[in-house]
C-alpha cells in the first residue's frame, strides 16, 4: 500500500515550458487535491476533484489544469511556465471531505 | 467565509517542557477541525480531528488538543515535549461553504524544541 505518491520529486523549468505533475494514489480515494505551499503563505489549494471526471477551482487555479480520468490519478498541468509557479506541490486525497492522506511533494523551480 | 489564524510563526520550547501550540478559527456552522504535522521535506501527516463529543481530543505521538467552542480555539498540547517533535505544524477547519464542504489550513507554526 503506497498511499499517494508524486512525479517528479523535483523538476527544472525554463519560463514558458509546460509540464504535468503526477499524483496517483492506491487507498480507493472519492476526493482529491493539488496544493502548492510557500513559505509564510501555508498550503493554498489549486484545484481539486470530488470523483472521477470532475474537477473544481481551489483559491489559486490561475495558470494550471487538471483532469482526473482514472478515479486513482489526479493531473496538474502548467501550460506555460513562470517563475511564480516556483513553489513545493502537494497532492492529498481523502474518502470525503475529511482526513487528507498527502503525498512527498514536488519541488519545482521556474527560471 | 471561513478561516483559521495561527498566531505565532515559531514556537520555542525545552526538551521535556508542555508545549502548546495555537489556532483560532471563524466558520458558520460546526466545524470539523484538524490537526497535522510536517516534517523536513515530506508531506503533511494527519495528527488528530475534532468533530464533536469530548472537547479533548488524544491524537498521534502523544499530541492532544482542545476544542474551545467559546473562544473559537482549537489549540494543540503536549505535556512533554521531545526533540524529534520539532517540525512544522498545521491546523485545518472544515466546514460548509457555497453548498460544499471546505478545507482551509493555517499558514502553519514552527515548533522548535530544544534539547
Known amino acids: 500500500n503506497a498511499g499517494v505518491t508524486q512525479t517528479p520529486k523535483f523538476r527544472v523549468l525554463k519560463t514558458g515550458q509546460s509540464m504535468t505533475l503526477l499524483c496517483a494514489q492506491d487507498?480507493?480515494?472519492?476526493?482529491m487535491y493539488w496544493y502548492r505551499q510557500d513559505p509564510g503563505m501555508g498550503l493554498r489549494l489549486i484545484h481539486y476533484?470530488?470523483?472521477?471526471?470532475?474537477?473544481a477551482k481551489g483559491e489559486v487555479p490561475d495558470g494550471y489544469n487538471v483532469s482526473r480520468l482514472k478515479k486513482q490519478n489526479f493531473l496538474l498541468g502548467l501550460e506555460s511556465a513562470a517563475p511564480s509557479q516556483t513553489s513545493v506541490y502537494f497532492c492529498?486525497?481523502?474518502?470525503?471531505?475529511?482526513?487528507?492522506?498527502f503525498g512527498p511533494g514536488t519541488r519545482l523551480t521556474v527560471l | 467565509a471561513q478561516s483559521v489564524a495561527q498566531p505565532e510563526d515559531q514556537v520555542n520550547v525545552a526538551e521535556g517542557n508542555p508545549l502548546t501550540v495555537k489556532c483560532t478559527y471563524s466558520?458558520?456552522?460546526?466545524?470539523?477541525l484538524f490537526w497535522y504535522v510536517q516534517y523536513p521535506n515530506r508531506g503533511l501527516q494527519f495528527l488528530l480531528k475534532?468533530?464533536?463529543?469530548?472537547?479533548l481530543v488524544k491524537g498521534s505521538y502523544g499530541f492532544e488538543a482542545e476544542f474551545n467552542k467559546s473562544q473559537t480555539s482549537f489549540h494543540l498540547k503536549k505535556p512533554s515535549a521531545l526533540v524529534s517533535d520539532s517540525a512544522l505544524y498545521f491546523c485545518a477547519v472544515r466546514a460548509f461553504a457555497g453548498g460544499y464542504q471546505k478545507v482551509t489550513f493555517g499558514t502553519g507554526t514552527k515548533l522548535q524544541v530544544i534539547p
Open positions: 475534532y468533530i464533536t463529543g469530548d472537547n
Open positions: 492529498a486525497s481523502s474518502y470525503y471531505p475529511d482526513t487528507q492522506y
Open positions: 487507498m480507493n480515494h472519492e476526493y
Open positions: 466558520v458558520s456552522g460546526n466545524p470539523y
Open positions: 476533484s470530488v470523483g472521477e471526471g470532475t474537477t
